[in-house]
């Protein structure tokens, strides 16, 4: 059973498309690594998945419910971190999520268990405009987790965490599925990352997706087409640089 199923899923701006008939297929229970350069689409992805932006064409399905039918019952189960995440500078950590608690309508215990999963809860009382970006980082992340959606979806969730800090925050995300029964989209340029958290992965470059499967399936893969497989990065960057060459050729034609 997939949590996201997507079918031909296109955005196009004008002239440009961002995202071209993808079919995306993201297991339930599972961490699914979402890889691809700055542009390739992945931010534009998961921002059709949250009704941010409309698909231009084809459609998806988030646990059985398609899109935009069930968009409301879609968004309830849903946790996320897209960009930066924007709070109110003058209120505190525990007052921003506070807000999240009272519109989901979810106990108080919910924002406490938030706070303490993400190691902010020492800090809950300072004024978010006071907090380092990487303490700003772990509030968006307190922020899709609370209530335990059954599905995150998180776009780059480490940038600005020191090195210390991203391990922590690869120990939380691994722990996800099993703790709270859900399936997690993550997006990320620290592919060595990826590497040790993610279960699946999917490789998009110019709103195309270039591979979807396990990590062990990619390696068989890159052997078989005579990419470095024995590293992740070098992987994807060969994967990538074979794409790039392949389209250029195109636009001379």
Known sequence: MNMIETKQLTKTYGNFTAVSNLSLHVPK?????FLGPNGAGKSTTMKMFLGLTSPTSGYFTID????????????????SLIEAPAFYGNLTGEENLEIIRRILGLPKSELAEALELVGLTQHKKRQVKKYSLGMKQRLGLAAALIGRPPLLLLDEPTNGLDPVGIHEIRSLI?????????TV?????????????????????????LFE?????????????????????????AMIQ????????????
Request: charged residues 25%; positive net charge.
């Open 29 to 33: 229970g599972h961490i699914y690594g």
């Open 64 to 79: 059985g419910r398609t899109f935009p039918a069930n968009r409301i019952s879609i968004l309830k189960n849903t946790g």
């Open 174 to 182: 691994r722990s996800l599925p099993q703790k709270y029964n859900c």
């Open 185 to 209: 989209l993550v997006s990320s340029h620290l592919l060595s990352e990826i590497e040790l958290l993610a279960d699946d992965i999917g490789i998009l470059n110019h709103g195309h997706l």
């Open 213 to 237: 499967g396990t990590i062990s399936s990619l390696k068989d893969y890159a052997r078989h087409a005579g990419y470095p497989a024995d590293n992740l990065e070098e992987t994807f960057l």
């Open 242 to 253: 074979t794409d790039n060459s392949s389209r250029n050729r195109g636009d001379r034609r």
